[in-house]
Nanobody
């Protein structure tokens, strides 16, 4: 069993920054992908950023240049640094982990961007 715990969400003004963190515990081996997804009210869950095989990063076009994903496979932790936040970034953010073709999700952390 694998558990993911997120932290770092909250309320921030437009243009501000937040840093999300995720830590995985349990039966962890052969991590393929660490990542973040988000779901805004009334919308489908969408990819924000992924970190594959310890080095390859991928970002949604809407966050490129503003968000940075980083990870430490040895410590089973990964982060999402979010800068220049916009109101449209408001959503519940979920950390994501793929191990040997199985997907795991955190419970989500709310990020609200509002003045």
């Amino acid at each position: 069993q694998v558990q993911l715990v997120e932290s770092g969400g909250g309320l921030v003004q437009p243009g501000g920054s937040l840093r999300l963190s995720c830590t995985a515990s349990g039966s962890i081996f052969s991590i393929n992908v660490m990542g973040w997804y988000r779901q805004a009210p009334g919308k489908q869950r969408e990819l924000v950023a992924t970190f594959t095989n310890g080095w390859l990063t991928n970002y949604a076009d809407s966050v490129k240049g503003r968000f940075t994903i980083s990870g430490d496979i040895a410590k089973n932790t990964w982060n999402l640094q979010m800068n220049s936040l916009k109101s449209e970034d408001t959503a519940v953010y979920y950390c994501y982990l793929r191990i040997s073709s199985r997907d795991y999700w955190g419970q989500g952390t709310q990020v609200t961007v509002s003045s």
